[in-house]
């Protein structure tokens, strides 16, 4: 059986590029230019990186939507949930930038907003473009955003309504520094805090009742 190369398809070309040109100098005997088109090329695969995950099985709990620091958790109200609480994910460079479902679910409805590129983790990023997947799970309704930041501006979502998603099961990501919203009823029992750094698809951020 052959082993998924951990790497986000959306990656392959920001890597293949500069690692042929990286290449083609080298061969051509310009081992010193070939070097920032290689290094280049590694940082690609390093943000683009899209590790497997071992899902766990936690009856009624909801998993991290995203890799990142927890910037905030708070009460909102969110159009699909109702009154809700709002766990917000920092995405810096340097973590996975993929994607994951925060609970097994049909998706509902898919909402792309136009908006700005302000800093993902100010308090203005609320205006930023952004993509909310709205999944109608078995006892209970979640919202997840994804939000673009100021480098990020290419957010890729690959469901749209009637899909099915597993819990951890992965359905976009966006590119270079962003943020993730994740919005549930407000009676669940919420399990992290701000300053804490969560794993999308493992960590176990709410427990729904």
């Known amino acids: ?7 986000a398809r959306e990656g392959w070309p920001f890597i293949a590029v500069p690692g042929a040109i990286a290449l083609g100098l080298a061969l051509l005997g310009h081992r010193r230019l070939a070097l920032p088109f290689a290094a280049a090329a590694a ?5 683009f990186r899209d590790p497997e995950r071992a899902i766990p099985l936690v009856a009624n709990g909801v998993l991290s939507p995203a890799d990142g620091k927890v910037i905030s958790v708070e009460d909102a109200v ?14 810096s460079p340097l973590d996975v930038h993929v994607n994951r479902a925060p609970i097994g679910g049909v998706v509902t409805d898919v909402i792309y907003t136009p908006g700005a590129f ?17 999944l109608q799970g078995e006892h209970a309704r979640v919202t997840a955003v ?33 943020r993730t919203d994740c919005y549930m009823p407000r009676s669940t029992e919420i399990t992290v805090r701000a300053g804490e750094h969560v794993r999308g698809g493992q960590t176990v951020i709410g427990v729904l009742k």
């Open 1 to 7: 059986m052959a082993t998924k190369l951990p790497i």
């Open 146 to 178: 994804q939000i673009a930041g100021v480098v990020a501006r290419r957010i890729v979502c690959r469901v749209a309504a009637g899909d099915k998603l597993a819990p951890g099961e992965r359905y976009g990501m966006i590119r270079f520094g962003s």
């Open 78 to 91: 969110d159009p699909f949930v109702g009154p809700s609480v709002r766990v917000a994910i920092f995405l």
């Open 43 to 47: 940082a690609s695969a390093g943000f």
């Open 118 to 134: 302000k800093p993902a983790y100010d308090k203005d990023a609320d205006a930023n473009e952004r993509c909310a997947v709205r």
